[in-house]
Structures are given as structure tokens and as C-alpha cells.
Nanobody, 115 residues
Framework: QVQLVESGGGLVQPGGSLRLSCSAS????????MGWYRQAPGKQRELVAA???????NYADSVKGRFTISRDNAKNTVYLQMNSLKPEDTAVYYC?????????WGQGTQVTVSS
């Protein structure tokens, strides 16, 4: 079965960095567009960053210049490098894999930015 497993979340001070990882199984990873979404309490889930099978990327305006999405097809893993973190980045971060209208989700990992 398909599994997306996130890791790397935690508590970090403002201005700090974290790297999230999402390991995929059960899909032909290299063919999928992979994305990171986040959901803060009381807010809708929003796209943070995405990377296509060809390596094209797009980012939410709020994270441009601070976050970087990348993928390693040999390891079936997508990463989100998060720098200069702000308290408003606090949320549960979800990994997503999509192709031809079918999407799979991970269970989420908590990121808390607080002093």
C-alpha cells in the first residue's frame, strides 16, 4: 500500500532552521509531483511548496526565499529545508504525492516556532 512518512518536525526558536523529510513507498515516486502543505490551528490547509517530476518548484509567497523543496528519486524522499523560521510558520506539515488527480497524504509532523 501507499505510505508517506514525514519526519524532522519539532520545536525551534524564531530564526532557526529545520529540515523535513518525507519517505514514500508504494508509488513510482519519480513520476509524482510532491508537495508540502501545512495547517495551523483554526486555519485551512495550505500549500507551502511543490516539486514536479521534472524538478520544477513553486512556493507560497509567505515562504519564498526561506524554504527550499527538493527531492531524491533514488531514495524516494522529498525534503523541505526551512530557514529563518517565524512563529507564524507553526503548523502541522503534511507531505503530499499526486499524479493524474490521485493524491496521497502523510500523517503530518508538528513544527512549532517559539522562544
Amino acid at each position: 500500500q501507499v505510505q508517506l512518512v514525514e519526519s524532522g518536525g519539532g520545536l525551534v526558536q524564531p530564526g532557526g532552521s529545520l529540515r523535513l523529510s518525507c519517505s514514500a513507498s508504494g508509488i513510482i515516486f519519480r513520476l509524482y509531483t510532491m508537495g508540502w502543505y501545512r495547517q495551523a490551528p483554526g486555519k485551512q490547509r495550505e500549500l507551502v511548496a511543490a516539486i514536479t517530476s521534472g524538478g520544477s518548484t513553486n512556493y507560497a509567497d509567505s515562504v519564498k526565499g526561506r524554504f527550499t523543496i527538493s527531492r531524491d528519486n533514488a531514495k524516494n524522499t522529498v525534503y523541505l529545508q526551512m530557514n529563518s523560521l517565524k512563529p507564524e510558520d507553526t503548523a502541522v506539515y503534511y507531505c503530499n504525492g499526486g499524479r493524474f488527480g490521485v493524491a496521497w497524504w502523510g500523517q503530518g509532523t508538528q513544527v512549532t516556532v517559539s522562544s
